[in-house]
């Protein structure tokens, strides 16, 4: 279904006004023109007149990508889209939700799990958009069981730089549904979706926490818990030799029993509510020293023996939302995350060799996830592919660093691999299309609904996408 928007569904032109921008990482930041619109209509608007006044834009709701894929291209202006957060219908023999873009997977947890339904896919943190959940089309731990986002939406309504509203998924208009499925807001304005959301028996979670010896014991783990929907291992980056890969493997799924948090787990919940990050921390506090022992300590903290224990959905997916503003604990540097996938090979010799480059860097994440994706891959810009993939946190130590993302570049690009652009900061043109080989059909599709470059951000400017 294809309509075109009447100037008669506008608004009176917005209020723009500066504002410092940047993403979850702090790092690039910006000044930019900015709009907040409170209704479906003031959005529109807002975009009217971006295209009246001859500039370019790009959607902002959260800013919880990491890097610069949520700003907009130098000069460009920002639509503000998390007002935008009704519900517009729900069925609930199908579990289909139809909601306005700027619905938070915390919103739709807080609305539909007491209803016995639950978010299909989610990332580590809850306070992201589903219009930003289907630009990056996040995985989550349980991609090798439901794939990522993009699979579980339909009907999606989309504003194209002619004015034309467009309805499209799988089956309708299906290269431009592809096209914004992991595109990076790139292909127009996400208006609305139908999302599918899974039945689940409770807010509990029954899991399994195993203290893993090395990388081999990691894979041993991964390979024979394929039965559990949600995987995902935290591992030591710092650890060497016959330690490299060490960490705890956590498996779990949804259940009908109840929670029963221990002493500490009542106390962060308890708490949650004001702990905060009030200001940025002096960068002294994470050096390579202080990263190693607390690497040391949580590692050393986890028992011998496995845990077994039915906890709350939240310490299980969102474990950093209990503390506000986190990032802050970077300090005003920021940080940089580098994710990656590799395929899986007989000796996974791409994931050690990145971990020996960042042992041997001197440089290392406290914040370090490992997990195996499952089968399911998308065209396009959609990240998730068959394979390994380990997802780093560093502060920002500048040139050092990039010149370690660099080498790690081509150790991912030489084992056919490629780095999250919804994490990304700092990848090259050249390294990009070395990873993304479909990034010219892409952009074929994306000049098509856009030949201005009406839609434009930081990173795809770098990327040569726009």
Same mark, same amino acid.
């Given at each position: 279904?294809?309509?075109?928007?009447?100037? !008669?569904?506008?608004?009176?032109?917005?209020?723009?006004?500066?504002?410092?921008?940047?993403?979850?990482?702090?790092? /690039?930041?910006?000044?930019?023109?900015?709009?907040? %619109? &409170?209704?479906?209509?003031?959005?529109?608007? !807002?975009?009217?007149?971006?295209?009246? &006044?001859?500039?370019?834009?790009? =959607?902002?709701?959260?800013?919880?990508?990491?890097?610069?894929?949520?700003?907009?291209?130098?000069?460009?202006?920002?639509?503000? $889209?998390?007002?935008?957060?009704?519900?517009?219908?729900?069925? *609930?023999?199908?579990?289909?939700?139809?909601?306005?873009?700027?619905?938070?997977?915390?919103?739709?947890?807080?609305?539909?799990?007491?209803?016995?339904?639950?978010? /299909?896919?989610?990332?580590?943190?809850?306070?992201?958009?589903?219009?930003?959940?289907?630009? #990056?089309?996040?995985?989550?731990? #349980?991609? @090798?069981?439901?794939?990522?986002?993009?699979?579980?939406?339909?009907?999606?309504?989309?504003?194209?730089?002619?004015?034309?509203?467009?309805?499209?998924?799988?089956?309708?208009? %299906?290269?431009?549904?592809?096209?914004?499925?992991?595109?990076?807001?790139?292909?127009?304005?996400?208006?609305?979706?139908?999302?599918?959301?899974?039945?689940?028996?409770?807010?509990?979670?029954?899991?399994?926490?195993?203290?893993?010896?090395?990388?081999?014991?990691?894979?041993?783990?991964? %390979? *024979?818990? $394929?039965?559990?929907?949600?995987?995902?291992?935290?591992?030591?980056?710092?650890?060497?030799?016959?330690?490299?890969?060490?960490?705890?493997?956590?498996?779990?799924? @949804?259940?009908? &029993?109840? /929670?029963?948090?221990?002493?500490?787990?009542?106390?962060?919940?308890?708490?949650?509510?004001?702990?905060?990050?009030?200001?940025?921390?002096?960068?002294?506090?994470? #050096?390579?020293?202080?990263?190693?022992?607390?690497?040391?300590?949580?590692?050393?903290?986890?028992?011998?023996?496995?845990?077994?224990?039915?906890? %709350?959905?939240?310490?299980?997916?969102?474990?950093?939302?209990?503390?506000?503003?986190?990032?802050?604990?970077?300090?005003?540097?920021?940080?940089?995350?580098?994710?990656?996938?590799?395929?899986?090979?007989?000796?996974? @010799?791409?994931?050690?060799?990145?971990?020996?480059?960042?042992?041997?860097?001197?440089? +290392?994440?406290?914040?370090? =996830?490992?997990?195996?994706?499952? &089968?399911?891959?998308?065209?396009?810009?959609?990240?998730?592919?068959?394979?390994?993939?380990?997802?780093?946190?560093?502060? #920002?130590?500048?040139?050092?660093?990039?010149?370690?993302?660099?080498?790690?570049?081509?150790? =991912?690009?030489?084992?056919? +691999?490629?780095?999250?652009? +919804?994490?990304?900061?700092?990848?090259?043109? *050249?390294?990009?299309?070395?990873?993304?080989?479909?990034?010219?059909?892409?952009?074929?599709?994306?000049?098509?609904?856009? /030949?201005?470059?009406?839609?434009?951000?930081?990173? +795809?400017?770098?990327?040569?996408?726009?």
């Amino acid at each position: 279904m294809n309509t075109h928007l009447e100037k !008669s569904e506008t608004q009176s032109p917005s209020t723009w006004k500066t504002e410092n921008i940047c993403g979850w990482g702090r790092y /690039p930041k910006l000044r930019a023109l900015s709009t907040h %619109s &409170e209704t479906m209509d003031a959005f529109k608007a !807002s975009f009217q007149d971006l295209i009246h &006044e001859r500039s370019h834009g790009l =959607v902002y709701a959260h800013g919880r990508s990491y890097g610069d894929s949520c700003l907009p291209a130098q000069g460009g202006r920002v639509l503000h $889209s998390r007002q935008l957060n009704r519900i517009l219908n729900f069925d *609930e023999e199908s579990g289909w939700v139809h909601c306005e873009t700027g619905v938070s997977i915390y919103e739709l947890i807080q609305k539909f799990l007491p209803l016995g339904f639950f978010p /299909p896919v989610v990332p580590g943190t809850q306070f992201v958009t589903v219009g930003g959940a289907l630009c #990056n089309d996040i995985h989550g731990k #349980n991609h @090798h069981h439901d794939g990522t986002f993009a699979d579980h939406v339909r009907k999606v309504e989309i504003l194209t730089a002619s004015g034309e509203l467009i309805y499209c998924d799988a089956d309708h208009n %299906s290269e431009l549904f592809w096209a914004t499925v992991g595109g990076l807001g790139l292909t127009g304005l996400i208006l609305s979706m139908e999302l599918k959301l899974t039945p689940v028996a409770g807010p509990g979670i029954k899991m399994e926490s195993i203290k893993v010896k090395n990388l081999d014991h990691f894979f041993e783990l991964s %390979s *024979e818990s $394929s039965h559990f929907t949600h995987t995902v291992s935290w591992i030591d980056c710092v650890a060497k030799g016959s330690a490299m890969g060490r960490g705890i493997f956590m498996r779990g799924r @949804h259940c009908n &029993e109840s /929670p029963k948090p221990r002493a500490l787990g009542r106390i962060a919940q308890a708490i949650s509510p004001i702990l905060n990050v009030p200001f940025s921390m002096p960068n002294l506090m994470l #050096n390579p020293l202080s990263i190693k022992a607390f690497n040391a300590l949580y590692y050393g903290k986890h028992p011998k023996a496995d845990l077994h224990q039915t906890v %709350s959905y939240e310490p299980f997916f969102f474990p950093l939302d209990f503390v506000k503003n986190w990032n802050r604990i970077y300090g005003r540097r920021g940080f940089l995350q580098y994710q990656m996938v590799v395929p899986k090979t007989e000796d996974n @010799h791409a994931i050690r060799s990145i971990l020996n480059e960042i042992t041997q860097s001197g440089m +290392g994440s406290f914040l370090a =996830v490992i997990k195996e994706f499952g &089968e399911r891959q998308h065209q396009g810009l959609s990240f998730p592919a068959p394979g390994v993939t380990l997802a780093l946190d560093f502060p #920002n130590y500048g040139q050092e660093l990039l010149d370690l993302f660099n080498r790690l570049d081509q150790i =991912v690009i030489k084992a056919g +691999g490629r780095v999250y652009l +919804g994490k990304d900061a700092r990848l090259s043109k *050249e390294h990009f299309q070395a990873m993304y080989p479909e990034w010219a059909d892409w952009k074929k599709v994306k000049d098509q609904w856009d /030949p201005d470059g009406i839609f434009r951000s930081s990173i +795809g400017e770098r990327l040569g996408l726009c």
